[in-house]
């Protein structure tokens, strides 16, 4: 700390608090004796500074309680997350349309695929639930720069994206987008809201080896549909029903793929 300068409230602080270097502190006590009622306050708060202290001593040498170990709270955590997704992952059903053409057979997806589909919708709804409320910057580029847009979500996400779907018909317009982290590579994420000012967003990152069919879960308040296609994972989240939310997950799908 400089030795020059006038007194301040830091030094005052930093005196109390036993922080200071010797010159500074030889400079604020030969203050203090210049000011004796600054100095008589200055006295009591390092009296109640000992005081504390005193009263804490022995909280420094108690062993930390397990619950608070950095171990026990990573455990915590990851067992909170493994129970998150394990309550995803039931919630996810496969529904009827298919999207190698035709239409499949409703019914429970593979747990293995239940396991993939719970960490990728966990990660479309987070980042819905995130921007959907924003008010100031909802998306990074606006819809009124839509090849600006395609291009730069293409470039990040490492697809060439088709122009975002039309969504018009369903009452949605485009805001614009965004690119998020999506695990080892970018994800890009296209926002759409109706008159009302309710949202809608569509996620999309690279991963999975096999199309897929549609899957839907409602999953804390968002309806969701997944489906892979062409080497990407595709999600689209709304605070919608599932039968307002199908027609609309099929124009998107048939637009982008």
Known sequence: MATQGPIGEDDLQ???DERLAPARRAMVEGFLHDNPDLKAEIDKQ???RDALRSQLAAKFVEPIPARLR?????AAQAARRAARMRSLAASIAMIGIGLAGGWVIRGEVAPQ???EAASFVASAVDAHKTY?????HPVEVAANDEA???KWLSNRSGRVLQPPPNLTPFGYSLVGGRVLPGGNTAAAQLMYEDAAGARLTVYLRAGGDEETAFTFTEWEGVSTFVWIDGGFQFAIAAELDRDRLLPIATR???RLA
């Open 14 to 16: 930093a005196y109390i």
């Open 46 to 48: 390092r009296d109640d």
């Open 70 to 74: 950095i171990d026990n709270l990573r």
């Open 113 to 115: 695929r239940q396991i």
């Open 132 to 136: 959907v409320v924003e008010v100031a």
């Open 148 to 150: 600006h847009l395609v």
């Open 252 to 254: 998107v799908y048939e």
